[in-house]
Each structure stands twice: as structure tokens, then as C-alpha cells.
């Protein structure tokens, strides 16, 4: 069983997450998994069983994207985490931007980042409890990133949670969503797309050049069992060969 691992991008302690995904996949010792930086290694996707991107701003190109798109429609899954669908601007008054420079990926996510609150915890509650990813789970408390998306494709929540109020960083924006998706399934021809929202990182230098030390390093969703529960169960949801 292959897997192709995208971990790259900005603003977050990607070194991390790295490394934990992969002890996640080296679990499973029929797995083997390539790792690249960006979309560019088309060869590894094709041959992929599993797709998993933990990436913040960082999007593939035309080609990248026709690609990504065959190998779902063909059949492929793939793990989506925390990042995968942001793009960011930092606009000279300090708010940020998240410009829709690629809405055809952003269709195959399912979602596109528009901006969160500052982390603070917020419960998650259990949407479906009849799918495997959530089966036996309960609501929960969690320290992360509250993503707000806009959808761009019909989705099949499976954990949601509740936010109203603004984000002040994104702008003034008055919010009430009482079905935020935190974890959604949605099909892509013969393939379908796991989206994970929690998981966010960043140690004192990944804020470069937005800011040269980050005085608090964050770890979020990876101090909490569940949240690596949702990544052993999005594995096994990859591969259903593991049994």
C-alpha cells in the first residue's frame, strides 16, 4: 500500500506534523509512503492508494490540479488536514486576505479557508455517528484553530462545531454558522476526500516573514488523543486493505 505525503507550506511547524504523520504511517508496516514539498510529483500521486496534505498556503498549478483531479476521479482518497485548503495575504493594515486564486482545487477540497478567531477551546460535536471515522466517538473540547470555509462542494459533515461572533484579524464580519465542518466526506467521481480541519502547529520561527519569533509555541490539536484517533482512523479510511 503506497502513500504520498504533501507536508509544506508556511506559517506553521511543519517539521512536526511531519514527523508525526509518519510515525502514524510507519504503524502499518505494509505502508510505504513517499514525502514530497509541493504537488509537483505527479508519478507519486498516480502510484498513491492514500493522498495526505498538511500544507498552508500552497496550491497547486493547472496541471498539478488536472492531475490531482484524475487520480480522484479514478478512485484515489485522500486526507486533507488542517491548512490544505488556506491561502494567505497580509495586507499592509494588518488584516489577512484569503484570495480564491484556484477554485478548481478548491472545489476538490470540498471547502475553502476564509479566516478563523483566535485560539481559544470550543466543543466539537459528533454530526454522524453511524460513519466509521465517528463511530463510538462523544462531543468534545478542543484548544485549535476554529477554520471557518466556504463550501465548494457538497459535503457530508461527520463533526461540526458552532461559532458566532467576528475574526477580528480577517476582517469585521459579523458570523453565526451554527454547522461549522470540523471533519466532512464528499466524493469526487470514484474517489473521496477526508477533511480534517483541526491540527494546527507552529513552533517560536515559523511565522517568518510575518514576524521574526513567535513567543509561544502552539501544538493545538496535537496535545489530545482524539485528535490522533481522527488520524489512525483517516488512515485506516484510506486504506481500507488495513482492515
Known sequence: MRVHLI????YHDIDFARLELLKLLAEHAPVRTSVASDYADLASLRAADLLITYTCDLLPDAEQTAALAAWLEAGGRWLALHGTNALLRFADDGTVLCPDDNPAFMALAGSRFVGHPPIEPFKVQVTRDDHAMTAGLRDFRIEDELYLVERTAPLDVLLHTRFQGTCPEFGAEERDD???PVLY????GQGRVLY??????RGHYDLQPVAPFWPHPQRCGWNYPVFYEL????????LPALG
Do not use: D, N
Not at 7 to 10: P, T, V
Not at 185 to 188: K, L, W
Not at 196 to 201: K, S
Open 196 to 201: 480534517l480541519t483541526l491540527g494546527h502547529c
Open 231 to 238: 488520524l489512525r482512523r483517516g488512515i485506516r479510511w484510506g
Open 185 to 188: 466526506e464528499h466524493r469526487v
Open 178 to 180: 451554527p454547522e461549522v
Open 7 to 10: 507536508a509544506a507550506g508556511k
